[in-house]
């Protein structure tokens, strides 16, 4: 039982910068991430010289060394990056951070993630060039090339075989824009949805309609972690970490979307370590951040979790049992990737955070158990349970 | 003929040179797969051992070009400029019974918007593109 961070490692600090539309960031990306890196560490009371690692995913361009020099580091002692994955590291590098602090390699991680695609190029579009080879040679050539076309088939084959309708992903949709309208950081806040303009919103690829599909934001965010010793000397009621994980199920990666398990959010070999390291069960998750790429990868993350059997899906998604405060399982309380911000996922993380410390402006009842799943049907997937001190 | 407007990046073969006998292939009019010499399953896409026994006797063979529908896609928002004017699409994921499985991506001949049953049979349907520099093929699908 000693092989684990359970309760050994806490959040204390929380950071994010404004949140722009995707190009409209005044600042480059690397100030970005300062800007982010300098607001969590100002929530937790601690100079940034003191910050000793760094830990982030999805090949973030911002070099841990270059951070430190510009942060008057004094003593640099991890500097980590989640391999693979893109959002889907997210809890993946929480875990990174939590073990290097559990282990006392380090004394104080900051988590970090910045993204500015004006200055750096966009997610969603194809590649432009006169040839491809390799892997992208075998889907690109037939106009497969964009996230959402890359994941389309996994949904379209889940939907399928366990008879899951439209309503079911509008329902993820209209719990995230609804939670967005109480969020004044939220990108969509002020613009709501309803049923009629998802349905008559058009199609980006079956079954996605454009309100299942994420946002594409310039922003950074970033969370300070410490060893839970210390976690009482700062000014925030700490999150402890309870369990942060990373997987993906046999040949995930098989190319040309040769996966065996196909119709997965990659999450079925990581979720019973996650519960067992967290010690809690399913029932016990008191609200729920699930990476929003696109809503079909919601809907199977939360069944993969075991929130709800695959054959009850047209009944448990329904708007009312997704939103905060009184729905069965408050779902993207803060709007998350679909009307927040896409902040790659790290912003699910730190709403889990204020979710603990009471502090989301869609706050959940007495909550002690608070989830984030990272990143579904890429692989690596991770995931990371939050819990407050009782909970230990 | 082609399904799609021309402009897309053209496939060519891997420098390493891991799937050069299917481009090959189906510039004839031929599908090949990669099959384990040792424990006879195929795998794609390539690799270069066999991820079931690790044998490094990976080569060719020539497949019969059937297949069902795996799962598929129909595609209205293009992300590539050759697509503007595209119109809707449809992706197909072709499961090869005959081959353990292996799965191939490839666009579905006919009405963009047409109905489409997974589990539906399928053939290759080799579509050349002899003008092209490079010149490729493009291995399509069509209803049974
Ligand atoms: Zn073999």
Redesign the interface.
Known sequence: MSRTVRGKVAVVGIGETEYYKRGEAPDAEFKLALKAILAACEDAGISPKRVDGFASFSNDRSDPSHLAAALGVDDLRFANMQWGGGGGGGSGAIANAAAAVATGMAECVVVFRALAQGQFGRF???????????????????????P??SF???V??FM?DHGVEQNALRAISLASYHHAQNNPRAVMHGRPLDEEKYDNS?????PFHLFDCCLENDGAAAMVLVSAERAGDFPHRPAYILSALSGSHY?AG?????TPD??SSTFKTVVPRLYDMAQVKPADVNVLQCYENFTGGVLMSMVEHQFCDPEDCNEFFVKDNLIAPSGKLPTNTSGGNLAECYMHGLGLNIEAVRQIRGQSTNQVDDVDVALVASGPMVTPVSSSIFGTEATL | MSYLNPGLPKPVPAPDGLDSPFWEAASRDVLMLQRCGTCNEFQWGPEWICHRCHSEDVGFEEVRPVGNVYSYERVWHPVHPALKDQGPYIIVLVELPECSNVRLVGNLMGDPEQSVEIGAPVQAFFEHHRDAEPPFTLVQWEKV
């Open positions: 969603g579009q194809g590649p432009q060039r006169d040839v491809i080879a390799g892997d992208g040679a075998h889907t690109v050539p037939f106009g497969l090339m964009s959402a076309q389309a088939m996994k379209t084959r399928h058009r199609w980006i690829v079956e040949r098989a190319s040309v979307h040769n196909y119709a």
